[in-house]
C-alpha cells in the first residue's frame, strides 16, 4: 500500500544533490519508464515526481524519498 500520495511533496538524493518535487502517479504494477520495465506492486510502489525547479520527472521508490511539507 502506497505510504505517500500524488500531490505529496517529496525529496530525493540524485547526482546533482537533494531534489525535490511532487508526486504525480503512482505505480502499483509493472511499468515502462524511459525505455526501460520497471517493477512495482501494490506493497511495493513506485512514484513518478515531478521536479520543482525543471520539467524533469524522476521515478522512484518509497523508500528513496522523504516527505516534507
Do not use: C
Not at 518535487?21 to 511495493?44: L, Q
Not at 512514484?47 to 520527472?57: C, G, N, Q, R
Amino acid at each position: 500500500m502506497a505510504r505517500f500520495s500524488v500531490g505529496d511533496h517529496v525529496s530525493w538524493n540524485s547526482e546533482a544533490g537533494r531534489v525535490s518535487g511532487r508526486i504525480s502517479k503512482i505505480h502499483e504494477s509493472d511499468f515502462t519508464y524511459k525505455r526501460h520495465r520497471r517493477r512495482a506492486s501494490r506493497e511495493s510502489p513506485q512514484y513518478e515526481i515531478e521536479s520543482d525547479k525543471t520539467d524533469h520527472v524522476a521515478a522512484h521508490r518509497e523508500d528513496a524519498l522523504t516527505g516534507i511539507d
